[in-house]
C-alpha cells in the first residue's frame, strides 16, 4: 500500500513539474511575443514570428543590434510608459509642479532620443 | 550728460518694477508659452506619423499639459481679466509690504507689517497686513490680513484716519519686532561671551593645575637628588672616618 502511494505521489509530482514547465514557457512566449510586437511597432526589434520562421542571418540582414533593441524597448515598457503617465498626470494637475514635471520630461526625451537616434533595428 | 544713462537706468528700473509691467509681462509671457506649447504638440503629434512611435510617449503628456494651460485661459477675454485682477491684487499685496514707508530691509528675519487698500464692490477695504519672514518664494501664501475694516465710497475722512492710524501700527509692530530680534541678538552674543570667557577661566585653570603639578614633581625630584647627596656625603665621610681609624 505505501508503495502504491509513493508512486501515485511521484507521478502527480511529475505531472505538477511538467504543468510548471509548460505554463513558465507559454509565459515566457508570451512575454517575448508581446516585448517583440511593441519592439517592432517601436522599429526596434523583428517580431516573434519573425523570429520563429527565420534563421539568424536572416534577422541579421534586416536587423540590426536586436539585443539592444530587445534593452530599449523593455526600458520603454518599464520605464518610458510609467514615466509617460506620471507626467501626464503631473501636467494635468491644477497647479504642476514644475521641477517634478522637468525631471520626468527630460528623462522621457532622453529615451525617445536613445530610441531614434541609436544604431538599433530596421536596416 | 553724465547723470544721462544713471537716469535712463533708473527710469528702466521704475518701469520694470512697476505693478502694471509686473501683472502684465508674465501673462504675456505665459501665452507666448501657450502658443509655443500648442506648436509643438502639434509638431509631436505630426512626427510620429512619419517616423518614431516612441514621440507617443512625450506627445501624450504635451497634450494633457497644453490642454490643461488651454482651459486655464478658457474663455479667453474674461480669463484674461480675471488672471490680470488677481495678479494685480497679489503684486499690491506684496507691495504693501515691500514698499511700505517704515520700509527697512525686505528680507527681514521677522515678521513684516503694511496696509493694505482694495476696492471691494462700492466700499473700499483698508487693511493692516502681516507676512511671516521666510524665502522669496510664497511671499503671496505667507501674507494674512491681521485687521480690516470697511468704508462706503463717501466715508473719506474715516477711511483716511483708519490708514493713518494703521500705518502708524504697522511701524511700531516692526519696531517692535526689530527691538525683540535685536534684544534677543543681544542676549545670544551675552551668552556667547559667557560661554568663551567660561572656556578661557577653564584653559587658564588646566594650565596652572599642569604647572602647579608640573613645579610638585621638580621639587620632590629636588628633595630626593638633596637626599642623594647628603647620603653619598655621609658615606664618604664614614669611609673616611673608617680609613683614618685604619691608619691610627
Known amino acids: 500500500m505505501a508503495g502504491d502511494l509513493d508512486r501515485h505521489s511521484d507521478s502527480y509530482g511529475c505531472l505538477a513539474l511538467f504543468a510548471g514547465v509548460l505554463v513558465l514557457g507559454l509565459v515566457i512566449l508570451a512575454v517575448v511575443w508581446f516585448v517583440s510586437t511593441v519592439g517592432h511597432v517601436l522599429e526596434l526589434t523583428p517580431t516573434y514570428p519573425e523570429i520563429d520562421k527565420h534563421g539568424h542571418a536572416w534577422i541579421d540582414a534586416r536587423y540590426e543590434n536586436v539585443t539592444w533593441g530587445y534593452v530599449l524597448t523593455v526600458l520603454t515598457l518599464l520605464g518610458g510608459v510609467p514615466l509617460s503617465i506620471a507626467l501626464t498626470a503631473e501636467l494635468g494637475r491644477p497647479r504642476p509642479r514644475a521641477r517634478r514635471a522637468v525631471v520626468l520630461a527630460t528623462a522621457l526625451v532622453v529615451l525617445v532620443a536613445a530610441i531614434a537616434l541609436a544604431p538599433v533595428g530596421a536596416r | ?248
Request: glycine share 4%.
Open chain 2, 1 to 248: 550728460m553724465r547723470s544721462l544713462p544713471r537716469r535712463t537706468v533708473a527710469v528702466g528700473r521704475r518701469v520694470i518694477g512697476s505693478a502694471g509691467a509686473r501683472t502684465y509681462v508674465p501673462l504675456v509671457v505665459e501665452l507666448v508659452g501657450l502658443a509655443v506649447a500648442a506648436v509643438a504638440l502639434v509638431a509631436l503629434i505630426a512626427l510620429p506619423l512619419v517616423s518614431q512611435a516612441a514621440i507617443a510617449l512625450l506627445a501624450v503628456p504635451t497634450g494633457a499639459g497644453v490642454w490643461n494651460w488651454a482651459r486655464r485661459w478658457s474663455p479667453p477675454r474674461s480669463q484674461w481679466r480675471v488672471h490680470a485682477d488677481a495678479r494685480r491684487r497679489c503684486i499690491d499685496l506684496l507691495d504693501a509690504i515691500d514698499r511700505a514707508p517704515h520700509r527697512h530691509a525686505r528680507r527681514a528675519r521677522h515678521d513684516l507689517y503694511g496696509v493694505f487698500v482694495e476696492r471691494v464692490g462700492p466700499s473700499v477695504s483698508v487693511a493692516l497686513v502681516r507676512r511671516r519672514p521666510g524665502p522669496r518664494r510664497g511671499r503671496v501664501e505667507r501674507t494674512s490680513v491681521a485687521e480690516e475694516r470697511c468704508f462706503a465710497g463717501d466715508e473719506v475722512e474715516a477711511a483716511a484716519g483708519w490708514l493713518t492710524q494703521l500705518e502708524e501700527r504697522a511701524a511700531a509692530a516692526e519696531q517692535h519686532e526689530r527691538d525683540r530680534l535685536a534684544a534677543e541678538r543681544d542676549a545670544a552674543e551675552r551668552a556667547r561671551l559667557r560661554a568663551r570667557r567660561a572656556a578661557e577661566d577653564a584653559r587658564l585653570r588646566t594650565i596652572e593645575a599642569t604647572h602647579e603639578s608640573e613645579l610638585a614633581q621638580r621639587e620632590a625630584a629636588l628633595r630626593q637628588e638633596d637626599e642623594r647627596a647628603r647620603e653619598r656625603e655621609a658615606q664618604l665621610e664614614a669611609e673616611a672616618l673608617a680609613r683614618a681609624l685604619r691608619r691610627s
